[in-house]
T-cell receptor, first 119, second 116 residues
Framework: GAVVSQHPSWVICKSGTSVKIECRSL??????MFWYRQFPKQSLMLMAT?????????EQGVEKDKFLINHASLTLSTLTVTSAHPEDSSFYIC???????????????FGEGSWLTVV | DQQVKQNSPSLSVQEGRISILNCDYT??????FLWYKKYPAEGPTFLIS?????DKNEDGRFTVFLNKSAKHLSLHIVPSQPGDSAVYFC???????????????FGTGTLLAVQP
């Protein structure tokens, strides 16, 4: 199947600093990527939908100035957590929409996830 | 407001038996449903999906059933194997006019443990 890669897998940062997480579709072009976060033992919560070349669409309650999303190319979306605080510590997962050539059925593939710990 | 619910946080099944994972949703506008398997500290892995125009989709050991009137779907795994032990999430979505999947709304997950 298609491969979506996230980097870094885990990161520790100091409170008040910013950290960037990358999401790449390795063998396909993704016009749409999604960013989720998951707290321990909870569901994956959608944060924002990222469309290549346009502004991300944020879900209600997600601060767009705090969680900056850039989808500059068809294979890369980035999530930057600005002025991180300990409560931002979470597991962040991206996904990308894969639509095979000539097919009308798409599949959503997920990255491996990135653990963020803010100390 | 949890639009997609998995009321069983955990399920234990003997190897070789059938595992049945259930999922309920509240929004009748959802028209595409997916099941994902997830290990700790990893991203979800796609298992199987079903469109609202169908009531059953089968792929190997995995079968998904959809009951639109009850707003209920289930994932059947048969026979269950120890390697199936993981957290299973159901997800619901709206297909846009181009047929592309929009954002996924996830359930809370069910931890499946398959005992050897």
């Amino acid at each position: 199947g298609a491969v979506v890669s996230q980097h870094p897998s885990w990161v520790i940062c100091k409170s008040g600093t910013s950290v960037k997480i990358e999401c790449r579709s390795l063998d396909f072009q993704a016009t749409t990527m999604f960013w989720y976060r998951q707290f321990p033992k909870q569901s994956l919560m959608l944060m924002a939908t990222s469309n290549e070349g346009s502004k991300a669409t944020y879900e209600q309650g997600v601060e767009k100035d705090k969680f900056l999303i850039n989808h500059a190319s068809l294979t890369l979306s980035t999530l930057t957590v600005t002025s991180a605080h300990p409560e931002d510590s979470s597991f962040y997962i991206c996904s990308a929409r894969y639509l095979p050539t000539g097919s009308s059925a798409d599949t959503i593939y997920f990255g491996e996830g990135s653990w963020l710990t803010v100390v | 407001d949890q639009q997609v619910k998995q009321n069983s946080p955990s399920l234990s099944v003997q190897e070789g038996r059938i595992s049945i994972l259930n999922c309920d949703y509240t929004n009748s506008m959802f028209d595409y449903f997916l099941w994902y398997k997830k290990y700790p500290a990893e991203g979800p892995t796609f298992l199987i999906s079903i469109s609202s125009i169908k009531d059953k989709n089968e792929d190997g050991r995995f079968t998904v059933f959809l009951n639109k009137s009850a707003k209920h779907l289930s994932l059947h795994i048969v026979p269950s194997q120890p390697g199936d032990s993981a957290v299973y999430f159901c997800a619901a979505s709206f297909m846009n006019y181009g047929g592309a999947t929009n954002k996924l709304i996830f359930g809370t997950g069910t931890l499946l443990a398959v005992q050897p």
